[in-house]
C-alpha cells in the first residue's frame, strides 16, 4: 500500500482516498490520477490502496477517508465465486456514513449504475484511457474531495465551537441546526429568530453561536451580545433593562443621569431575550412595537432612539398554546415565530454528550480543586450520561458532574469517587435500562447487557430475586397469551409445572389478577 502526503499550510485541511482494487495495476494507475488532482487542489492529502474488501474494511475501521474508489468486479473469493464491489456500499456507509463513494468498472452497465447509487454511491464511472474521459474523472473526484473538504470544515467549526462553548454539533440534527444558523447569521433582513427547546438544551449557547456567525459575516471583530431572561422578572424592571430612562423617570428620583437599555447597547449586535413566554403582557406590547417601527423611548423620556439590534427569542414553552390561552400576543407571536430554530433534546444528539461532558469538566475542575478528565470516567458512567430522557438535558449532566467532582474532593481520591458514583447520583433502575427500553419494554437481551445494582443497598435473597423474575416472565406470558399450552410452548414449561408455579403463595397478585382464572384451559 502507498501513503502521498504534501505538507498542509495554514489554512488547507487534509482529504484522504481509499482505492479499492483487486489488481496492482490498477491501483498504480489510480494513486498517481488522484495525486495529480490533489496537486491541481492545493490539498494536504493521502492515497492509501486495499487489493481486498477485507483490507479495505480494516482500513475505513481504523482511519477516515473521505472519498474511495471502488472497483466493480474485485476479482473472485477464496470458493471461486465473483465478488461484487457494488454489494460492499452498504457496509462501507455503516463503517463510515458521510464517505464519498465512487465506483469504477471497465464496462458500461446500466442496471449496475443503477443498483450502486441506490445503495449510496456517489457516481459511476468508466475506466476509459482516453484523454477526454480521464478529465472527465478527474473532475468527479475533485468534487467528491471538494464535497468532503466542505463536510471537514464543518467539523472543524463544531469542534471550535464545542472546545471552549457548550455548542457541540457532532449529529445529525445539530448540524442542520448549524447550517440554519450560518443561513439566519447570512441575511440582512432585519427579522427576529426564535429558539425554542426544552430547559436545558443549550438555547442560549445556538443564540451566541448565531452571534459569533453574524461577526464574522459582517466582519466584526467583536460582535456586541446582550442576554435579558423574563422568567420571574418584573415588568417594570425588565422595561427599564431593554429601553432604559431618562433622569427623574421615577417620582421622587433626584438623578441628572441618564440609564441606556439593552436596545441602545446593543446596537450593531445581538439582543438575546430568553423565557419570551413569560414576557408580561405590558412588554408584549412594547417589544412589538419596537420590532416595527425600529425605534423606541426611554423610560420618562419623549425622544425616539433609533435600534439596529437584531433581536433572538428563545422559550421552552408552547407559544402557540400561550396564543390560543389568551397569554401571549397572537400579532407578536406571528412577528417573531417567521424563523424559527428548534433545538433538539439530548436523547436525540447523542453524538454530542461526550464533547459537552469534556466542556462541562473543564468548567467543573474551575470550581472545585480536582483533576477529572472524560477518559477517567467509567464506562458504566459514560452509558448512564447517554441514557434517554436525560432530566434538565445538559444541566443535568452538569450537576451530575458537579457532585462527582465534590465527592472527589471529599475522598481525597478521585478514583473511588468515580467508581463508587452510583451511590453519589443514586440513578434508578429505570434511568439505567432506559437506553435499552424501547415503548416501555426491555426485552432479555438488552437486560443481560445491563450492569445490575442490586447489590447496592446490602444482601440480596437470591430465591426471592429468582421469584420476581419468574414473575415477570409467567406475567407477559399470560398477557400476551390465552392458554396454558401456549404459555407452557413460550417458557418452555411442562403445563402441569407451569400451573403449579401460577398458583404458588409466590405469585405475585398482579399475575393471579392478569391471568384471570383462565390457565385450566388447555385448548
Not at 68 to 81: M, Q
Not at 183 to 196: F, Y
Not at 253 to 273: C, Q, R, V
Not at 442 to 462: E, H, M, R, S
Request: one cysteine or more; proline letters at 5%.
Amino acid at each position: 500500500m502507498s501513503t502521498l502526503n504534501n505538507r498542509p499550510s495554514d489554512y488547507e485541511f487534509a482529504a484522504s482516498i481509499l482505492i479499492v482494487d483487486d489488481e496492482q495495476l490498477a491501483l498504480d494507475l489510480n494513486t498517481e490520477l488522484c495525486t495529480e488532482v490533489f496537486k491541481d487542489l492545493g490539498a494536504a492529502f493521502k492515497v492509501k490502496t486495499a487489493l481486498t474488501l477485507a483490507q479495505a474494511f480494516e482500513l475505513l475501521s481504523k482511519e477516515i477517508f473521505h472519498v474511495v474508489l471502488l472497483d466493480k468486479d474485485l476479482g473472485k473469493d477464496a470458493n471461486g465465486k465473483p465478488v461484487d464491489g457494488i454489494k460492499a456500499i452498504p457496509t462501507i456507509r455503516l463503517i463510515q456514513p458521510n464517505i464519498e463513494i465512487l465506483v469504477l468498472t471497465g464496462h458500461e452497465n446500466v442496471p449496475a449504475a443503477v443498483e450502486a447509487t441506490q445503495l449510496g454511491a456517489s457516481d459511476y464511472l468508466l475506466k476509459k484511457g482516453d484523454e477526454k474521459y480521464i478529465a472527465f474523472r478527474n473532475e468527479k473526484i475533485k468534487n467528491s474531495i471538494l464535497k468532503a473538504q466542505i463536510r471537514a470544515a464543518r467539523e472543524r467549526e463544531s469542534a471550535q465551537a464545542g472546545s471552549n462553548s457548550l455548542y457541540v454539533c457532532k449529529s445529525p440534527k445539530m448540524r442542520r441546526v448549524n447550517d440554519e444558523l450560518k443561513a439566519l447569521a447570512e441575511t440582512n433582513a432585519p427579522i427576529p429568530v426564535t429558539i425554542t427547546g426544552a430547559s436545558g438544551v443549550g438555547k442560549t449557547e445556538a443564540a451566541k453561536q448565531l452571534n459569533r456567525y453574524r461577526a464574522h459575516f459582517l466582519g466584526q471583530s467583536n460582535r456586541p451580545f446582550f442576554n435579558i431572561n423574563f422568567a420571574r422578572m418584573d415588568p417594570d424592571l425588565a422595561e427599564n433593562e431593554l429601553f432604559g430612562h431618562d433622569p427623574n423617570a421615577y417620582t421622587g428620583s433626584k438623578t441628572t443621569t441618564y440609564k441606556p437599555g439593552y436596545f441602545e447597547l446593543a446596537n450593531n449586535g445581538d439582543l438575546f431575550l430568553d423565557e419570551i413566554g413569560d414576557a408580561a403582557p405590558k412588554l408584549q406590547i412594547m417589544l412589538l412595537k419596537v420590532l416595527d417601527e425600529k425605534e423606541f423611548q426611554r423610560m420618562g423620556g419623549t425622544q425616539s432612539i433609533p435600534t439596529t439590534a437584531r433581536v433572538i427569542f428563545a422559550t421552552n414553552k408552547n407559544l402557540e398554546e400561550l396564543v390560543n390561552q389568551g397569554k401571549f400576543r397572537p400579532d407578536l407571536y406571528y412577528r417573531i415565530t417567521t424563523l424559527q430554530i428548534d433545538i433538539p433534546p439530548l436523547e436525540e444528539r447523542k453524538e454530542d454528550i461526550p464533547d459537552l461532558i469534556r466542556v462541562l469538566l473543564t468548567g467543573v475542575m474551575k470550581h472545585v480543586d480536582v483533576d477529572i478528565h472524560y477518559e477517567d470516567l467509567p464506562g458504566d458512567l459514560i452509558e448512564y450520561f447517554l441514557r434517554d430522557n436525560i432530566p434538565g438535558n445538559i444541566r443535568e449532566i452538569q450537576s451530575d458532574l458537579y457532585r462527582l467532582a465534590l465527592h472527589a474532593f471529599k475522598l481525597k481520591n478521585k478514583n473511588k469517587a468515580l467508581l463508587s458514583w452510583k451511590s453519589i447520583l443514586k440513578p434508578s433502575t429505570k434511568a439505567i435500562f432506559s437506553q435499552f427500553i424501547k415503548d416501555g419494554h426491555l426485552t432479555l437481551a438488552d437486560f443481560l447487557k445491563c450492569k445490575t445494582q442490586f447489590l447496592d443497598k446490602g444482601p440480596i435473597n437470591i430465591k426471592e430475586l429468582k421469584n420476581v423474575l419468574e414473575n415477570k416472565l409467567i406475567e407477559e406470558a399470560c398477557e400476551r397469551f390465552p392458554t396454558l399450552t401456549e404459555r407452557s410452548r413460550a417458557l418452555s414449561q411442562h403445563p402441569s409445572n407451569l400451573l403449579k408455579k401460577m398458583n404458588s403463595e409466590s405469585t405475585s397478585a398482579h399475575l393471579k389478577a392478569i391471568s384471570g382464572g383462565r390457565h385450566d384451559i388447555f385448548n
